[in-house]
């Protein structure tokens, strides 16, 4: 049996993009895709990866999954468990919680990394370093500093640990994310993703150390390619020795996924990075490569939308900040959406017509008089029997290794507390999109008095668009970890069960599997949730990596054999 393919994952957060590679099995069941490292810093998103990686341990060893699932339903943790403690030793040898571009996390790595890489010509490199410099969202913050400076902030340079490992190493193929913000960031007047392009392309040279002894001369790079457009690729060039095009500042969208458009039931935009090295591309072809390693999109009319993957979902209420039960949350629901649509009634507004905010408020009244009954502030998972198992593929992406005679056992499923103030404005912006089909724009939809927060400057626009409903017929907005903070850029669909998004909902937007288990308090929690890379988008863009090194293969052994006839 072929050994699988060595994975090394850097800045892996929760474990996105480590999910999609180790998914992805060969005819024989055993896995193509073998994590070797995965880095992070975060304790809590390291207890995340590091059950992960003991739950594919256990499931690949034919031990059956009981002890990751009475671990998730208050059972031992598996560090405790003699049956299964030789496993968790070896997934905490595999998720390192170390702080690369510190001293002591770069020498762990490295050490680790030769010891295991001796020899390894074939292996991945994934990751993507933290985008807080290159967010627009963070570099407007920035720009409220008086005192911070680009060229100081190291986050604008954690890419070149990535870099490195690159230039040391030299993996077959890297895959590297980042916000699309990476395209248009500057560290004085230059952009910085030109630079970036370049670095990716001699790792090398723009590190200075040199690799480790290999068939392969230290001298050689990388060619960058876009999974959108074969037409974008960096450096393009009729042979590997000519001077290469320089890639227009417009070409850079190329680099852009767009989620949705891959099956993928959020409109998250990220740049992918796929670089091969040099000796690669030459046996296959640049040309050929790059045509090869294009994402088939998906149509329109075929994207998923957030009631798809929601809907199935246990229905919840959100909690009340002060003596939460469920006679006070009803009783807050009855009497805040009378008030609210007793207003709606009496106020004339310019911008919504009148026969809309009469719907509106006729919904609002239908849900004083009659609550939605006997919802939970949190689901309590229990295995019940299902009588049809999960039958499309996603279905099946979303079980995970739970058994498909059991109804889905959903985790870190709980709702948020929230003011009464609060719960007026959810339920108010949750009738109006399922009323107007879009989620109510600032202040212009949402001019209530009684609705307007306490900030002075909500009317001035830099709070105006800060309540937003995700709407269930279309793709969700992008989870980001402002989830975290408040959830009213995340108001459910729903109005009946008036709340934000719980990390289980976010992790579906995400297209985590139901049994992937976060750790942490549940801030810390969305914060992993917001930061990933999405583990089915990870998967397709597994598989093309695949298809390269596999096509990469072939044209070795077809090249051998000609030498010999």
Excluded at 19 to 25: A, H, P
Excluded at 351 to 361: M, P
Excluded at 492 to 509: F, G, I, K, M, N
């Amino acid at each position: 049996m072929t050994k699988p393919i060595h994975v090394v994952d850097l800045f892996a957060g929760p474990g996105g993009l480590g999910e999609g590679f180790s998914s992805i099995r060969r005819p024989d069941g055993s896995r193509q895709f073998q994590t070797l490292v995965s880095v992070e810093r975060e304790p809590a998103a390291h207890r995340t990866l590091t059950l992960r990686a003991f739950y594919r341990l256990l499931h690949d060893s034919g031990m059956g999954m009981s002890a990751y699932y009475d671990y998730l339903q208050g059972g031992e943790h598996p560090s405790e468990r003699a049956d299964v403690q030789h496993l968790w030793e070896q997934a905490s040898e595999e998720a390192l919680c170390l702080e690369l571009g510190s001293e002591d996390g770069n020498r762990s790595l490295e050490g680790r990394l030769r010891e295991e890489l001796t020899g390894c010509d074939n292996w991945v490199l994934i990751g993507g370093p933290p985008c807080q410099a290159y967010s627009v969202v963070g570099r407007v913050r920035n720009r409220g500093n008086k005192h911070y400076r680009p060229e100081e902030d190291k986050r604008h340079f954690l890419y070149r640990e990535y870099l490195n490992v690159i230039a040391k190493f030299r993996p077959a193929v890297f895959v590297m994310e980042n916000v699309r913000g990476m395209l248009t960031s500057r560290v004085g007047k230059d952009r910085i993703f030109g630079q970036i392009l370049e670095d990716l392309r001699h790792p090398a040279k723009a590190t200075g150390p040199e690799g480790p002894e290999s068939s392969v001369p230290s001298s050689d790079g990388y060619t960058i390619f876009s999974l959108e457009d074969d037409r974008v690729y960096f450096p393009r060039t009729t042979g590997l020795f000519d001077s290469p095009d320089p890639l227009e500042e417009d070409e850079y969208n190329s680099f852009v996924i767009k989620a949705e458009e891959h099956g993928i039931p959020q409109a998250r935009h990220r740049v992918i990075l796929v670089g091969v090295r040099d000796d690669i591309v030459t046996r296959v072809g640049a040309p050929a490569m790059a045509s090869s390693l294009q994402m088939p999109r998906t149509d329109d009319d075929r994207q998923l939308t957030v009631a798809q993957v929601l809907a199935e979902l246990p229905p919840l209420r959100s909690g009340l900040s002060r003596h939460d039960s469920d006679e006070a949350w009803y009783a807050a629901i009855r009497r805040v959406a009378t008030k609210v649509a007793e207003e709606l009634q009496r106020h004339h507004s310019e911008h919504i017509k009148q026969d809309v905010r009469k719907r509106i408020a006729a919904e609002l009244l239908e849900i004083a008089k009659g609550p939605h009954k006997g919802l939970n502030r949190r689901h309590e998972p229990k295995a019940e029997p299902r009588p049809v198992g999960p039958t499309t593929e996603l279905e099946k992406w979303y079980h995970g290794a739970q058994s498909p005679n059991v109804n889905g056992l959903w985790y870190n499923h709980e709702a948020r507390s929230h003011m009464e103030e609060d719960l007026a404005r959810y339920l108010y912006c949750a009738t109006f999109a399922k009323v107007v089909k879009h989620s109510p724009i600032g202040t212009k939809e949402i001019y209530l008095e009684s609705l307007a927060p306490e900030h002075a400057n909500w009317k001035s626009g830099k709070f105006a668009d800060r309540f937003k409903v995700v709407l269930e017929g279309q793709p969700s907005k992008t989870i980001t970890s402002h989830i975290s903070k408040d959830g009213h850029y995340f108001i459910h669909y729903d109005p009946r069960q008036c709340r934000s998004l719980t990390v289980r909902e976010a992790a579906r937007l995400q297209t985590f599997p139901d049994d992937y288990y976060f750790e942490g308090n549940r801030t810390e929690q969305y914060v992993q949730v917001g930061n990933a890379v999405p583990p089915l988008l990870a998967r397709r863009i597994a598989v093309k990596v695949m298809e390269v090194l596999d096509r990469a293969q072939e044209k070795e052994v077809e090249q051998a054999q000609a030498m010999q006839a």
